[in-house]
C-alpha cells in the first residue's frame, strides 16, 4: 500500500456563497454515529465522497473519511486521468496546469455550472515528488462547496448537492 503523501491544491476562490438568513448546523438523532475510519488518499475513486481528518486545510493529504454522499462530506472525486506527457516529476506547476486541463471542462459537465458560477469550487488530488517516484500518476479532480470549512449532502451532479451548511466542527 502506498503511503506517501498527495497534494491537494485549490483553484483560485470562486464566487462566494452567502447563507445570510440561515441556521446553523444541527442533527436531532438520538444516538451518535460511529466517525468513520480514515483510509488511505489513494483509494479514493470516482463518485465517493470524503471528508479530510484535518478539515482539508493543509495542502499535503495522506488520509480520508469516507462517506456515503447522501451523509455530509466536504469532497466528493468526480473525474479520474493519468499524466501522460512526463517520464520525470515535472514539478508542482506544470502538475497543476494539467490538473487544470484535466478537470475545468469535466467540472462543467459534472455540476451543471462553470467554477465562477457554481456553489462549488474545484480542487483536486495530484501526485508530489514522492508519490511520482512511486508510479502515481493520477489527477483526481474534486468538487467541495465554495465555503470553507462547509459541507454538502448528495452528489453535487447535475446541480445536486446544493445543500450548503456551516460545518459541524467549524468555530
Known amino acids: 500500500m502506498r503511503s506517501s503523501a498527495r497534494r491537494l491544491a485549490a483553484i483560485?476562490?470562486?464566487?462566494?456563497?452567502?447563507?445570510a438568513g440561515c441556521s446553523g448546523y444541527g442533527t436531532s438523532q438520538a444516538t451518535a454515529?460511529?466517525?468513520?475510519?480514515?483510509?488511505?488518499a489513494f483509494q479514493v475513486k470516482v463518485g465517493e465522497c470524503f471528508n479530510v481528518p484535518d478539515d482539508g486545510t493543509t495542502e499535503s493529504v495522506t488520509r480520508v473519511e469516507k462517506v456515503?454522499?447522501?451523509?455530509?462530506?466536504?469532497?466528493?472525486a468526480f473525474k479520474s486521468s493519468k499524466?501522460?506527457?512526463?517520464?520525470?516529476?515535472p514539478g508542482t506547476k506544470?502538475?497543476?496546469?494539467?490538473?487544470?486541463?484535466?478537470?475545468?471542462?469535466?467540472?462543467?459537465?459534472?455540476?451543471?455550472?462553470t467554477p465562477r458560477a457554481s456553489i462549488f469550487q474545484l480542487k483536486w488530488f495530484v501526485p508530489?515528488?514522492?508519490s511520482w517516484l512511486r508510479g502515481d500518476r493520477e489527477v483526481?479532480?474534486?468538487?467541495?462547496?465554495d465555503e470553507d470549512g462547509a459541507q454538502t449532502t448528495?452528489?453535487?451532479?447535475?446541480?445536486g448537492g446544493t445543500a450548503v451548511t456551516p460545518s459541524p466542527t467549524a468555530s
Open 12 to 19: 483560485v476562490p470562486l464566487t462566494v456563497l452567502s447563507l
Open 33 to 40: 454515529t460511529p466517525s468513520p475510519a480514515a483510509t488511505s
Open 68 to 76: 456515503a454522499c447522501s451523509e455530509p462530506h466536504t469532497f466528493e
Open 83 to 89: 499524466l501522460t506527457t512526463y517520464d520525470s516529476f
Open 94 to 113: 506544470a502538475i497543476k496546469t494539467e490538473a487544470t486541463g484535466a478537470c475545468t471542462d469535466a467540472f462543467q459537465e459534472f455540476t451543471g455550472d
Open 128 to 130: 508530489d515528488e514522492e
Open 140 to 145: 483526481l479532480c474534486l468538487v467541495t462547496p
Open 154 to 159: 448528495g452528489s453535487a451532479a447535475s446541480g
